[in-house]
């Protein structure tokens, strides 16, 4: 019975959306393969709140111990299949849109840092894309980076989607403004506003911020819309809506503008 473990490598997967910097709600399962090698090996996987670390029984040394492995079995990596728990990450993380096949991460596929190994996001069309991303950690590659020492650390970034975001005004109330406008952060702009007919068939007054704004996980902007109107030539300025919605990840639109897609969040906002 094994009773003492060494951490072989370990896997941290970041993302510039979570307010700590973390990936949270990911889960993570082995291929058949690498369920094999784990019941028969006595390999112990132990989940954190950055990742997991992959443990393997101390009283083994490790290269003749892999090799044993690869010898009665044929088998030279380990392979571990992801999902998101949360389905909105695959439109709040920037990942291409229109990418065909799985999203992999390989250990031979890698940029050194001084602690980390940052593996490289690859599609593969052979793969299916049924697991948020699959990750391939082959012997060899382990064997080659412990002259760093044990544990080898890999880490995955991934990075929030930016959008266009696009507040729908309707002014169910008819009240009347001489114009309306959308303010807030000082380093992001909105247009003047365009009336536009919804597919509903209700006018709204549409405004588009001028740059793409990141998804965050804790708001990062506030915007109001404001009413100017005019009495006796003197203009007065009104916030009619006070923090305007955040928009849900789930609602993207794609346009095309200029030959470009576009990534558009529209919101709906009745006043």
């Avoid at 009665?72 to 999902?83: L, Q, R, V």
């Amino acid at each position: 019975m094994t009773s003492s473990y060494s951490i072989l490598f370990d896997l941290e997967v970041r993302h510039t959306y979570f307010e700590t910097g973390f990936c949270q709600g990911l889960v993570y399962s082995f291929s058949n393969d690498t369920k094999q090698l784990i019941d028969r090996f006595n390999f112990k996987l132990f989940i954190t709140d950055k990742g997991f670390q992959f443990y393997f029984p101390q009283e083994n040394a490790i290269e003749a111990f892999l090799n044993h492995i690869t010898a009665a079995t044929g088998i030279s990596h380990f392979e571990f299949n992801t999902n998101a728990v949360d389905q909105a990450f695959y439109q709040y993380t920037n990942l291409p849109i229109d990418a065909n096949g799985g999203l992999l991460f390989d250990s031979s596929q890698g940029d050194s840092e001084p602690s980390f190994i940052v593996l490289k996001q690859q599609f593969q069309q052979e793969l299916i894309a049924n697991d948020l991303f699959k990750l391939r950690i082959s012997f060899a590659d382990v064997l080659k980076s412990k002259g760093n020492g044990f544990p080898v650390h890999y880490k995955i970034n991934f990075f929030s989607r930016a959008t266009k975001w696009q507040y729908n005004i309707i002014n169910s109330s008819q009240q009347n403004f001489n114009q309306l406008s959308i303010k807030g952060a000082a380093d992001i702009e909105f247009d003047s506003g365009k009336e536009v007919v919804l597919q509903n068939g209700q006018v709204a007054t549409c405004f588009s911020s001028i740059q793409d704004i990141l998804f965050s996980q804790v708001p990062k902007y506030s915007f109001d819309l404001i009413g100017t109107t005019e009495t006796l030539g003197v203009q007065k300025e009104t916030t009619i809506f006070k923090g305007l919605p955040m928009p849900n990840p789930k609602q993207l639109q794609v346009s095309t503008e200029h030959t470009q897609k576009v990534l558009i969040s529209p919101m709906y906002v009745y006043i």
